[in-house]
């Protein structure tokens, strides 16, 4: 039940496409739905987070979107760009509560 | 801030020696994380400390891991013998639990390589 579930394992996407990365959860508990950004050679890094009472939330390219009855979110990165190229880790937590449950990653390839 | 520091960022020893990694959090923060990322499966979380107390240690691979935190501003992970198969990154993350949601950074990691 503290299983974050994560797809896909790899995508490659255009220069200017859109990626998209999704993640399910079983635990209705978990409030705090971050993704995370992990360049080679380095460590994640916080890219965008939502609370469950929005059903969505848009940082520039980058857009999580949110369905609480199907308990699922999603990573959408508009106008993908080669410097997106990077593995991306959607998470959940029970915030004060618990750590952070991480997906398997997706490694986003943005080529030109 | 320099963000949260990991030593070393390299480690490669042989089968059955002790290894130690080393890692100091951002100043203020209460939450320490430990991480091993390995191709296969992901980002596991090893353990964890509020207030420099283990809290859930269930992640720890075998007893021939260990971790400590003695301050708020120092925590070491020691694998004693290390096999081939620790070989991975190691992460150390921290954060500041305060009720809300926060943020955790991570560090650079520390990659092991046990031949």
């Known amino acids: 039940q503290q299983q974050v579930k994560q797809s896909p394992q790899s995508l490659i996407v255009q220069k200017g496409g859109i990626s998209i990365i999704n993640c399910a959860y079983e635990n209705t508990a978990f409030d705090y739905f971050p993704w995370y950004q992990q360049f080679p050679g380095k460590g994640p890094a916080l890219l965008i987070a939502i609370r469950p009472d929005v059903s969505e939330k848009k940082e520039g390219r980058f857009t999580i979107s949110f369905n609480k009855s199907a308990k699922q979110f999603s990573l959408h990165i508009m106008d993908s760009q080669p410097g997106d190229s990077a593995t991306y880790f959607c998470a959940a937590s029970i915030i004060g509560n618990t750590p952070l449950v991480f997906g398997k990653g997706t490694r986003l390839s943005v080529i030109a | 801030d320099a963000g949260v520091i990991q030593s070393p960022r390299h480690e490669v020893t042989e089968m059955g020696q002790e290894v130690t990694l080393r890692c100091k959090p951002i100043s203020g923060h209460n939450s320490l994380f430990w991480y091993r990322q390995t191709m296969m499966r992901g980002l596991e979380l090893l353990i964890y400390f509020n207030n420099n107390v283990p809290i859930d240690d269930s992640g720890m691979p075998e007893d021939r891991f260990s971790a400590k935190m003695p301050n708020a501003s120092f925590s070491t992970l020691k694998i004693q013998p290390s096999e081939p198969r620790d070989s991975a990154v190691y992460f150390c993350?921290?954060?500041?639990?305060?009720?809300?949601?926060?943020?955790?950074?991570f560090g650079p990691g520390t990659r092991l390589t046990v031949l």
């Open positions: 993350a921290s954060s500041l639990r305060n009720g809300q949601p926060t943020e955790q950074f």
